[in-house]
């Protein structure tokens, strides 16, 4: 239980593309859905957090406008890194949260992003 | 922002060797995750903790809910190679959010 994909796993894209990474709670419902981005040995940064049907909540730091959160269904949230640039290259990696059993953060394998 | 201090940052043991970890706060928990990290992946949840006190054991890893709710430990028995990787911490303060606040993560190499 508390299987959380995420596609895809490794994109490559030209400075000024958007890039659409997707994350999907396989076997519960995500009541809440977590975006965070994660640089070479270091810990987790939260970007922004999600709950079905509603805005997202950013980060400090985080420009609403540059990573655009959509989480559409109870089962799946996508990220865009829209005007992508180099500065962006980084390992994203979101999580769910459901209820009951589910009730922690079970993440996804996370997607490599690099920005040439 | 909060933090939590989590150590040490990287060990390197033997196979067969204990191993033991911790995160401290000067704030008062009420929820304790253990998650592990392998390269190119996302964290694993491997322990959550959310009583003061408690004790709960995950095969060969055992992680406690301190008194004081202010830390955490992570133990390891008789490790084997698949255990290394990046252990975190993430916590929960008492009446936050759902937000984590997550440790520096404590890096695990074992010696062949």
Redesign the interface.
Known sequence: G?V?S?HPSRVICKSGTSVKIECRSLDFQAT?MFWYRQFPK???M?MA?SNEGSKATYEQGVEKDKFLINHASLTLSTLTVTSAHPEDSS?Y???A?GTSAYN???????T?LTVL | GQQLNQSPQSMFIQEGEDVSMNCTSSSIFNTWLWYKQDPGEGPVLLIALYKAGELTSNGRLTAQFGITRKDSFLNISASIPSDVGIYFCAGRILDSNYQLIWGAGTKLIIKP
């Open positions: 508390a959380v995420q809440t270091q810990s987790l939260l957090t390992f990696i979101c999580s949260q922690e953060q079970f993440f996804g394998p996370g490599r």
